[in-house]
C-alpha cells in the first residue's frame, strides 16, 4: 500500500516562479526523503529530513517536514526548464523490514518548467 | 565510479519465460532492493537485502526471487512470465538510508 501521497499530482509553472510540492504519509518514519526522475530515467536523490528535523536546505531546495500533521513539502526556488522532472516523496518506515534503506514511495508530482 | 549497473535495459519475454535481470553496485553498500514502477504510479518494492545471504521479501514479491551471494550483485529472477509483470524495474544500493538507483530495466511481457 502507498505510503506517502504527493500533492499536486502535476505542476506547471514559468521559469524563474517557485514550485512547492507536498507529500502525505500514514505511519511512523525514520526519515523522508525526496528524489527527482527524468523521463525514462533512474531515480535521483535530492535531500533526506531525520524525523527530529523540521526544515532542511541544500541549493535551491527547501523541505519541511511536520510530524505531527505527517506530512511534508519541498520547495524549488527560482525554477528552470532543467528542473521539469517527476518528484518523488519517500519514507523509511520505522521499524520496515527490520532495517533502513527499503523505502516507501508515492506517485509522484509532475512538474514542467516553461522557458 | 559507474554506481549502480543493470543489464539489460529493454527486454521483451512471452508469457511463460523466465530470466534473470542483473544488478552491480560497485559502492560495497550492503543494502539493495529491487523495485518496479507502473505508469503512474511510484516504485513499488519487490525484495531487499540487507547482506550478502540475506533476502527479504516487500511489498510486491510473487512471482519473483533474489539471492545475494556476493556484497556486489543482487539479480532478480522472474520465474514465469506474465503481463502483469510488465514493468520498469530499478535495482538500488543503499547507504544512510539514501537510495542509489540504477537506470532501470524496461520489460514487456506479451
Known amino acids: 500500500s502507498q505510503q506517502g501521497e504527493e500533492d499536486p499530482q502535476a505542476l506547471s509553472i514559468q521559469e524563474g516562479e517557485n514550485a512547492t510540492m507536498n507529500c502525505s504519509y500514514k505511519?511512523?518514519?525514520?526519515?523522508l526523503q525526496w528524489y527527482r526522475q527524468n523521463s525514462g530515467r533512474g531515480l535521483v536523490h535530492l535531500i533526506l529530513?531525520?524525523?527530529?528535523?523540521r526544515e532542511k536546505h541544500s541549493g535551491r531546495l527547501r523541505v519541511t517536514l511536520d510530524t505531527s500533521k505527517k506530512s511534508s513539502s519541498l520547495l524549488i526556488t527560482a525554477s528552470r526548464a532543467a528542473d521539469t522532472a517527476s518528484y518523488f516523496c519517500?519514507?523509511?518506515?520505522?521499524?520496515?523490514?527490520?532495517?533502513?534503506?527499503?523505502?516507501?514511495f508515492g506517485k509522484g508530482t509532475k512538474l514542467s518548467v516553461k522557458p | 565510479n559507474a554506481g549502480v549497473t543493470q543489464t539489460p535495459k529493454f527486454q521483451v519475454l512471452k508469457t511463460g519465460q523466465s530470466m534473470t535481470l542483473q544488478c552491480a553496485q560497485d559502492?560495497?553498500?550492503?543494502?539493495m532492493s529491487w523495485y518496479r514502477q507502473d505508469p503512474g504510479m511510484g516504485l513499488r518494492l519487490i525484495h531487499y537485502?540487507?547482506?550478502?545471504?540475506?533476502?527479504d521479501q516487500g511489498e510486491v514479491p510473487n512471482g519473483y526471487n533474489v539471492s545475494r551471494s556476493t556484497t556486489e550483485d543482487f539479480p532478480l529472477r522472474l520465474l514465469s512470465a506474465a503481463p502483469s509483470q510488465t514493468s520498469v524495474y530499478f535495482c538500488?544500493?543503499?547507504?544512510?538510508?539514501?537510495?542509489?538507483f540504477g537506470q532501470g530495466t524496461r520489460l514487456t511481457v506479451v
Open positions: 538500488a544500493s543503499s547507504l544512510g538510508g539514501k537510495a542509489f
Open positions: 505511519t511512523s518514519i525514520n526519515n
Open positions: 529530513i531525520r524525523s527530529n528535523e
Open positions: 519517500a519514507t523509511d518506515l520505522l521499524n520496515y523490514g527490520g532495517s533502513q534503506g527499503n523505502l516507501i
Open positions: 559502492m560495497n553498500h550492503e543494502y
Open positions: 537485502s540487507v547482506g550478502a545471504g540475506i533476502t
